[in-house]
Nanobody
Framework: QVQLVESGGGLVQPGGSLRLSCAAS????????MGWYRQAPGKQRELVAA??????NYADSVKGRFTISRDNAKNTVYLQMSSLKPEDTAVYYC????????????????WGQGTQVTVSS
């Protein structure tokens, strides 16, 4: 079991920057994938960014603006968000996922409680 706690959300003006943090209750070194998802009102939850030992993956809508990183020593994953737009407004969730097994299942899939990001003038 891994507890994930997000922080760093808040209100920011368009064009501004914000860094989200996700602190894990255990080492994330052996976790296959850490990711950030977001869910805007009335919309489905979507993958924003993910990081594995093989690299990173970003939604097209945030490429060039967001950067995901992790600090294994601090058991923390970050999402650096720049050039924020109103459409980035959402609740952002941290996720820890095990590597998908051959049968299509994941050995674990943990979520944080979410942190609100509001981009508005």
């Amino acid at each position: 079991q891994v507890q994930l706690v997000e922080s760093g959300g808040g209100l920011v003006q368009p064009g501004g920057s914000l860094r989200l943090s996700c602190a894990a209750s255990r080492s994330i070194f052996s976790i296959y994938a850490m990711g950030w998802y977001r869910q805007a009102p009335g919309k489905q939850r979507e993958l924003v960014a993910a990081i594995t030992s093989a690299g990173t993956n970003y939604a097209d809508s945030v490429k060039g603006r967001f950067t995901i990183s992790r600090d294994n020593a601090k058991n923390t994953v970050y999402l650096q968000m720049s050039s924020l737009k109103p459409e980035d407004t959402a609740v952002y969730y941290c996720n820890a996922k095990g590597r998908i097994l051959p049968d299509g299942t994941a050995p674990y899939d943990y979520w944080g409680q979410g942190t609100q990001v509001t981009v508005s003038s």
